[in-house]
């Protein structure tokens, strides 16, 4: 699937194959059906910060996991918390309901809560929802070189925005990736992070992944297992010491349990790893997921009719979603890495995109491409 | 200690004795050396609900764990989710870092992401924080069978003074209790429910627990294990099928780590058990702690230095805190039943408060008092 | 249901009504059609203790989930742990499995490894399983008071005996309480203590509920909300410091999933939290759950089909189940109470009967019966 | 360090540098001053498989934490599970009380509950306890595709030897790795697995590793990033399809918290994702780490000394542990493939030791070494 911008190249465009699994036809997480992504990039202003007023770098990322509306066809859901210095809202209700009732919204940190507030607003609004109680999502990584983060910029209008379009044609399509969205100001490997996805299509389901990728230092980033971060330390500099976090939202068309889910959203950060993260401390990294239920088990995997009081045997097919999650996490984060271009936020600082050129380059060195 | 307001009495004060250990000066969370408690209160209109408009009944309670700064001097916390039907935030960061970084606060369900991005702003304006990341914590229960709730009334100046309040010399004094601050529309087992508190201290430390009650039905509550409810069922209508939550704040200067502090968490629900509530499927029910740490476990119960190596059994010291926390979590909860009068709310919605003068009939048929 | 012995009465024998649901037939776990329970009692020896000669107090407890073979026809199944200063086995992979592969077994603490070795025998040679790969669950409290524990006197013909027991129709019919299996040498309330059972039956499902109860200080004893510990303390000694630990076995034919019986689960120690425990540092408080899966939701609650897509809100029956749950368990662990005889064991330590006379006179006094 | 035997040589032997911390004297988990660490292996028999006579390719490995009594001096710990299709057993206590009061023992799966049960006799008999109550701590993974697993050959003496060693000056020098003790049978990555140890020395802390791998397919497995496994299916059989698990015990001198030491294992699984893992659903994935706590924080790091209520922030010293952890959990898993030698077992099933000459050569095609 082409989707390059500005120069910038998808992980697959450029030889790229992670994996042994195929992707699906948008390699998005838009691949699962019904599934919409939608943003609102807020970029305003230049120069030195003045808290408050900017420069501005930040957005929101929405995603639906249905066109119908989420909170009275609530989809089967978990989440997966692999280290919580973080803000993310809405977790522990996915976690012991087993439920999702609204879209999910990506942001940089300090607005996490204002976007809450809109996207409750929204299921009001625009949903028409009218039950007392509502359990918006919303997950969040930090911004904060490059964006006044401080000065909480979203509005309700753009909170509006990134719903409306993952609930139009458009939002079911093609993915913007890199600087978008919540993705906007995010950093990675010593890089410009951001926004990114990919899919897997087996003959049983499609499983997608979305990450907002905002982790990792540069000595530590492998490609597909090549050390291109040590290659490129010696003629890049980080910026800053780069902490932080990744979101991770998986959506699959499989009929399965939360705790089956929770299972598969495990393996989803084996994926980060393979890129050459740590974990660090300060970081707040979840992964969430769905399924629309559009394929049940026994139809997926042609299973006769499973009696009562007998079961089907896991090993059967979680297996492969476990494969699908992973391959399909570490290339969406490959993804962001690759589609984002370079940025220059508040007081001047400069976070440049991954040199592509470079970078296969180096691949070809070790071997690959 | 006298806290009586409009006819309404503590437990203590109508001679109803929880457990075995004694209570602190004030028997309220304050009663820990530091911590403040503030609340703002807002109720306004009558009438038919006109979202948007009213009648408002709601609020905001603060509880700050000392009177410094709590982003600089963070104090070891712990959090323990009984059932996850609620949408606090900040539990989780608390949960893998150990620590709790602001005061926390308490409101009605659908304010709780404008009072969470209210307190970000107290942090930054008010307590001077510089850092780019901040977890607010904000515990709700869902008052809408009396408040406008969709409207979401809270607004930054009712934060602000629930805040401000808490970090006073009043803050730090005897607790207003029943329909104050986020306790203002609360229901519980049938009557008026609310803000409650009570403490207990022993010769080694002081616990001090506050609660924000929701939940229960009528027929289930037992004050002291007399079924009080089965005798008031026939007199008294439950108004609507009382569903709901608890959240459950406690505060130590016994030095504990998280982990210690956790189970002390799990035990404090039981004290909730004990007033007869189930804990149904739609409730949010948390408890989270902390420790001002002004007592270690040495100093506290003269223990001879602690060689490398060596452990110092729990059973010598946690077993007593165990009961302090479920007593004063019982005699809490009762606190916020018989100190909340009666409110009429939106669409002329009516919830009684508890009836003294009755309980006391029925506890003396049942041989108490 | 008449199940007394030796002068031995359960609760509802007495007069004790808990709760507010009715009882199935036998009041016992083997209510859940298909649930088999079998006893090997093993009292041996009097007089000082000698490390592996006795006094032997001592025995097993099977429960069988069905009278087919539990390998082949695994159930869905959950664990809650409230204090885990317990040695119980299995209990990780049933948590992430979500299903149970082998019958329940409890014993004394330091039988537990044999006796799981013993099971996974059983599963070779009587189930005839040849995976190479089995999941024993054996759960345990400490009986160490009365019985020579570190001599682990419990041997294969024991375990044998218990499951073929629970494989019988015997088994499936009603079930011995007090002093008996796993029970044998258990102490609760400062009185003799060990395994109790009872049901809950609705239009809509049957749940039962056996306890293994060690656990409970003599003046913490609540019958029913009665102070009958307070009483009796005067006039009877605890024999010892009374530490200790619960095991709660759940069975049910409501078809749930693992996510579902977990939350039930959850719900039973507040039953034993209404008997006064406050659950102490040093216990192994596990509660173990599964479902026969006999009556679907929707049959059960006679709901249309469900839409793909929609769900049936947990609220509709779930607090109802958590009701049954929390009801049972409260009676199970009076009908251990108050089946158990006085015992003398090791070094002539003495547990005495609860005497139910007293017991029904401060329920008297209290304004009960 | 040199610590090849017949023709197999450790990861760092023959040139492979995981990461960019340094390994300590002996690179394995023995560089953590008072860890030792003993095996007994036992293979007997050849040809078709007679259960309850073989063959036999079995063993134990036991880890001490220092060489005093465990029980007495229990040490801070903590257990991460990452899936728990998996029998090991007493990891529920560690959780939730923070330390280990025993050995850690390893085995094949069926033997778990017998090596549990000799090494509450070893506790007894040689430690010298007389509490009734001890907590023995026993991981597993599942060897039956060599190994009689269902004939469980493991008894008292083959315990009481690995013990012995582990507590002699030769457990604490260098680690035999490879068909050793518990690791004896076990397969990885379609080869031959086992015992594997590495370590990393830092200014401020040790850390060591230690696993037993059995896990991973031949198509995944990456060295130091590089697809060896896609060489090598071409030119090597599997032999089977190969699930499984992995062990991984972690040991530092770095005084942790229990919450500090799990979230230092919740990392430990990214080490072997970097072999390129996805953990399969049939496995049982647990990490158990302690501290000898023989440097704290405070010496470590040598920082001023923490005033009440100031908090160390962990940023400055937990993500150096992290990396060390990663690093040698990837380091030993490695260790334990190369110094794998091939074996026969079972009904002649034969599982290779992975070709050093080859993987030196495909390292080098792809610009390594």
Request: aromatic share 6%; hydrophobic share 40%.
């Amino acid at each position: 699937m082409v989707n390059s911008m500005g120069g910038r190249r998808r992980a697959c465009e450029i030889g790229i194959t992670i994996g042994s699994l195929e992707a699906g036809r948008l390699n998005a997480i838009t691949d699962v059906e019904g599934v919409g992504v939608g943003h609102s990039t807020i970029i305003r202003g230049e120069g030195p910060l003045k808290i408050g007023e900017g420069p501005v770098r930040t957005g929101v990322t929405a995603i639906v996991p249905h066109q119908g509306n989420p909170y009275d066809e609530k989809v089967v859901a978990a989440v997966d918390v692999f280290n919580a210095y973080g803000k993310s809202v809405g977790l522990l209700q996915i976690a012991h309901m087993g439920t999702i009732e609204t879209p999910i919204l990506l942001t940089d940190t300090l607005n996490t809560w204002i976007v809450a507030d809109c996207l409750v607003s929204y299921m009001y609004e625009i949903y028409g929802v009218n039950a007392p109680s509502i359990n918006p999502v919303v997950g969040e990584t930090n911004g904060s070189f490059l964006n006044d983060s401080i000065g909480r910029h979203v509005r309700r209008n753009h909170v509006f925005e990134a719903l409306d379009m993952a609930r139009s044609p458009e939002g079911m399509g093609v993915v913007p990736e890199g600087n978008v969205g919540g993705g906007t100001p995010m950093s990675a490997f010593g890089f410009k992070g951001g926004i990114g996805t990919a899919s897997r299509k087996t003959d049983y389901f499609t499983l997608g992944i979305l990450v907002q990728l905002n982790c990792g230092r540069m000595e530590d980033l492998r490609v597909d297992g090549v050390p291109v971060g040590k290659e490129l330390i010696g003629t890049h500099t980080q910026g800053s010491d780069a902490r932080g976090s990744v979101i991770i939202i998986m959506a699959t068309d499989l009929e399965l349990t939360s705790r089956q889910l929770w299972k598969v959203l495990r393996r989803t950060f084996l994926g980060i790893a393979r890129l050459g993260h740590y974990g660090n401390v300060g970081s707040g990294d979840y992964a969430i997921g769905f399924t629309t239920s559009r394929r049940s088990l026994q139809e997926a995997f042609r299973i006769p009719r499973v009696e009562k009081g007998r079961f089907l045997r896991e090993e059967g097919y979680l297996d492969l979603v476990f494969r699908a999650a992973v391959e399909a996490t570490e290339e969406a984060a490959l993804n962001a890495l690759f589609m984002a271009e370079t940025m220059v936020g508040r007081d001047f600082n400069k976070r440049e995109g991954i040199p592509i050129d470079r970078v296969l380059e180096i691949l070809k060195k070790y071997g690959r491409l």
